[in-house]
């Protein structure tokens, strides 16, 4: 794992290397359901709430999903190149600044009445958790493609 | 079922190397001096520069310029505007390369352990790879040998052909949006129609021109006839007659003008909307799996149908209307001004505020269609996905939720409308009102002007009479915002087939082959599909004739590699060559008139079963087609179905049981006779009884042909020469069945999972506990 591996020894005492914490809701529940999967892919563990975990081990695991995880939060859009797909998307995530080119309407996809999830056209996801809370402007322009 | 609770340990056992990137052994001190953005990586004279990336992402992953560089002699790299750190190569033991969610990551490390990790956006990935590959070639002390290789684009790492200037494919992806004038792109449809058009313009202008004449003839019908006759003269009755005449003739010619360019008009519109509705089908029919994969049927099926439909009554009627109104305004006014310019003047002057109103309120209402167009589609999204999927719903008793979900599109649907109504709306009787004023500010100068003697009563007359129908014209125009706007979008939607590239593209110079001989070679193949990197490093090489089994869990590979020797994708990385040559060069109708494809679900169409028989080779001979029915041991239930081969099937036809259509679809298979043979998962949705009857066929069919089949069920691959393991993407082991359960490994613990499930039907326990064993980091 980049940074640095994690390694897990279970109850027998067998240990397990390059383990990797997955989260089971990445979008519905980011902070319940983990689970850690063996380099192979099998589960080893699975852990209701980070909180169960001591400090130390907990630390662990966010460092982990921080290193691994990615899926920009939308915060604002800055602009957009067109109306017609394909266009690029200028955006403020949670993550900085970027642009991204969005393939066609089709890639956004509302997961409920106010999330909605864009894939850009290398297949990275980009969460716009709140529709509500945007600003007036982003609004505005993601409007046009809704 | 009983949970292993775990007795949690916490240490951490070695460090976790942190991030951003550390200086280790910087060669030259004056060189990492702090630099600002702009300046170059810092390499020495006798340093070759060889490959480097940007980093765009910081170890947190948020975006963050960064840099790695690769010379000759070390990997110099930097965050943001920070100083550069190096690493020589000879000390660096190793670079790797991994990607994960749409991430890539590059680390590196030494004998000390892991030294750095970079992190980037997929984007870059292939220029990772490059770097990557000349590092280890310089590690190796392989000569970097440049010129030799193909160029390559910067992109996706996809060779780029001689005759191309940008990598064929990245054109295709990020391509520039379709400009807004779409409509004006279908030219390229009317143009064959060239004379009909031409010749219904004309029959436009005449037959407007006529209906111009009438209001005309008032003019000396009221300073001539009547306003004499109120001064006491008696009425001419030659004049009259002949001014009515006149009225009644251009009434008539008018008449069969109007008639005539309306029927040519309407004639090339349809023909214009079939030929549009043909070539949409035509190249939807050459796009890859990959592009059905990523749309609803619902919307393909609307855009076909409805927006060609649209496209086709814009053209025969709105556009008629339009033509014929711009010609009646430009001739109006035309003659207003030959009559008296300065009543024109006034006459004319609410036409630029409605012109103005009609711009303002054009943009909106596009929006507004655009949305109610797509809203539209949502609608029919629903209908598509439940109804195939009835059974299910049935099943589950859902029928309420189904319909909550298409009364909610509906509503969805309603709401929109009715956003995009309310501004329409307002619009038809502003137009109205104009009108109005319009014909009100007429009155009053005209009045003005009669009193002063400058015009005659009769002008005054013909003017009204003019504007009267000048202004009705208007407010019909200004319908034409609308009809544009919705046949824009519809075109627009419909160009969004015509433009979208196959993602698995004929090759420009096809190499056309016959038979082929069935050896495939697959070199280090690759595939992604979006951020998800599903096969990698794949090295396989199946002789002709062989027979090879594919095996491993679901997911892990055997459908994409099927679907990669078949072509219904394009590998991201590697190649696939077929008798030495790369499948992406070959013409893909002849190479998969090659390839003989048996699915677990066989589809049947609609139609006679020998027409489904013969569909790989409609030309086949009923001997030939019965052939293949004997040898796929179906000839003879066939033969009890109550028409024979002329039995229907497919939807709304004959019901056959599963086993009994996979046999039918062997036997057209059999019929094309391929050189490469593809299983997959042939028989895993029969039973035993009906399997051992598909097997027989099966060995007809696989006699003699290169043969690659996936089978869940470990058991049908006995005649395997070879069984191939994949796990997640790669090739784990492979050999002949014997060799694979000597070995010990995947194969052999697949089989004995089989060989348990049998026995036992109980899940193994899975470990769940919140506290348990140890989590720590190493190296």
């Not at chain 2, 035509?282 to 749309?295: I, N, R, T, V």
Request: glycine letters at 8%; aromatic letters at 8%.
């Amino acid at each position: 794992m980049p940074d640095g591996r994690l390694r897990y020894i279970d109850e027998a005492g067998q240990q397990h290397d390059q383990v990797m914490p997955v989260r089971a809701f990445p979008i519905s529940s980011p902070g319940k359901g983990f689970s850690l999967l063996s380099a192979d892919g099998h589960e080893l563990l699975w852990i209701d709430s980070l909180a169960d975990l001591p400090e130390g081990e907990r630390e662990l695991i966010d460092t982990a999903l921080t290193g691994r995880e990615f899926m920009p939060e939308i915060k604002r859009l800055l602009s957009v190149s067109g109306f017609v797909t394909p266009c690029t998307w200028a955006v403020e995530t949670d993550r900085g600044e970027t642009r991204f080119v969005l393939k066609g309407e089709e890639d956004i996809r509302r997961l409920n009445a106010h999330t909605l999830l864009i894939a850009d056209n290398q297949g990275i996801h980009y969460l716009l958790r709140n529709l509500n809370g945007l600003d007036r402007q982003s609004r505005k322009l993601l409007d046009r493609f809704l | 079922m009983e949970y292993c609770t775990l007795v949690g340990r916490i240490t951490e056992i070695s460090c976790l190397v942190n991030l951003p990137i550390r200086a280790q052994a910087p060669i030259d001190d004056a060189a990492f001096a702090p630099s600002h953005p702009a300046r170059p990586a810092p390499i020495e004279q006798d340093e070759q520069l060889i490959a480097s990336i940007e980093s765009d992402l910081d170890a947190r992953l948020r975006y963050a310029a960064g840099e790695v560089v690769l010379t000759n002699r070390r990997i110099l790299a930097r965050a943001a505007s920070g100083p550069w750190a190096s690493w020589p190569i000879a000390a660096s033991s190793a670079l790797t390369l991994s990607d994960h969610a749409g991430v890539g990551h590059l680390e590196l490390s030494t004998d000390e352990g892991l030294q750095a990790v970079w992190h980037f956006t997929l984007g870059m990935l292939p220029a990772a790879q490059r770097l990557l590959e000349s590092f280890e070639a310089l590690r190796r002390g392989a000569p970097m040998q440049s010129g030799t290789t193909a160029v390559r684009c910067d992109r996706c790492g996809a060779d780029i052909p001689d005759e191309a200037e940008e990598c064929p494919r990245c054109e295709a992806e990020t391509g520039t949006a379709p400009s807004t004038w779409t409509l004006f792109r279908l030219w390229r449809f009317a143009q064959p129609y060239r004379g009909q058009l031409l010749l219904g313009l004309i029959l436009t202008i005449a037959s407007t021109a006529a209906t111009l004449v009438p209001p005309y003839l008032t003019m000396p019908l009221m300073d001539e006839v009547l306003i004499p006759y109120q001064n006491g003269k008696p009425i001419d009755t030659g004049l009259v007659t002949l001014l009515l005449s006149g009225l009644l003739a251009a009434a008539l010619i008018a008449w069969s003008l109007g008639w005539a360019r309306t029927y040519i008009l309407a004639l090339v519109s349809e023909r214009i909307g079939a030929d549009l509705r043909t070539s949409t089908y035509d190249h939807l029919m050459k796009l890859s799996l990959q592009y059905f994969g990523g749309k609803r049927t619902g919307d393909l099926i609307a855009r076909i149908g409805n927006e060609t439909d649209r496209i086709c009554l814009f053209l025969s009627l709105h556009l008629l209307d339009f033509l014929t109104d711009v010609l009646m305004i430009a001739m109006t006014a035309a003659i207003l001004i030959s009559i008296d310019p300065w009543l024109a003047l006034v006459t004319l002057t609410p036409l630029p505020v409605i012109v103005w109103m009609i711009h303002l309120v054009r943009d909106r209402l596009r929006h507004g269609f655009e949305k109610v167009d797509r809203i539209w589609g949502e609608v029919t999204n629903v209908l598509a996905d439940t109804i195939p999927g009835i059974r299910v719903v049935k099943a589950f008793a859902q029928e309420s939720r189904e319909s909550g979900r298409f009364r909610e599109a509906n509503e969805h649907n309603l709401a929109i409308n009715d956003r995009v109504n309310r501004v329409w709306a307002l619009f038809s009787p502003t137009v109205t009102l104009m009108t109005e004023i319009g014909l009100l500010v007429v009155w009053a100068f005209g009045i003005w002007l009669v009193s002063k003697d400058q015009v005659s009563v009769g002008v005054l007359t013909a003017f009204l009479a003019y504007i009267g129908r000048f202004y009705t014209r208007l407010d019909s125009m200004s319908r034409i915002v609308s009809f544009t706007q919705k046949a824009a979008a519809g075109a627009k939607r419909i160009f969004d087939i015509l433009d979208h590239v196959s993602s698995v593209p004929e090759s420009s110079q096809p190499v056309r082959v016959g038979p082929i001989r069935g050896r495939i070679e697959l070199r280090n193949v690759g595939f992604r599909y979006g951020s998800r990197s599903v096969a990698s490093g794949i090295n396989l090489t199946i002789e002709p004739g062989e027979m090879i089994g594919l095996v491993g869990h679901s997911g892990s590979g055997k459908s994409t590699l099927v679907n990669l020797i078949c072509r219904f994708y394009d590998v991201t990385e590697g190649a696939i060559l077929v008798d030495g040559i790369d499948i992406r060069s070959l013409a893909l109708a002849d190479y998969r008139r090659n390839i003989g494809l048996v699915l677990q679900e066989p589809f049947l169409f609609f139609g006679t079963i020998a027409d489904n028989i013969a569909y790989g080779r409609p030309d086949a001979s009923r001997e030939e087609i019965i052939a293949a029915a004997r040898a796929a041991h179906a000839h003879e239930f066939i033969l009890r179905l109550p028409h024979g081969y002329d039995s229907l099937v497919g939807e709304r036809g004959q019901a056959l049981s599963g086993g009994e259509r996979q046999r039918i679809s062997i036997a057209r298979a059999l019929l094309i006779d391929p050189r490469l043979l593809i299983l997959d998962e042939a028989t895993s949705s029969v039973d035993t009884q009906t399997e051992t009857e598909i097997q027989k066929a099966l060995d007809n069919l696989v006699r003699g042909r290169t043969t690659i089949a996936i089978a869940h069920r470990l058991s049908t691959l006995r005649q395997a020469d070879r069984l191939v393991v994949l796990d997640r993407g790669r090739v784990v082991e492979q050999g002949p069945h014997d060799a694979l359960m000597q070995h010990e490994g995947h194969y052999y613990r697949l089989y004995q999972a089989q060989l348990r499930n049998v026995d036992t039907e109980d899940p193994p326990p899975w470990p769940v506990a919140a506290q348990g064993g140890r989590i720590s980091t190493h190296n």
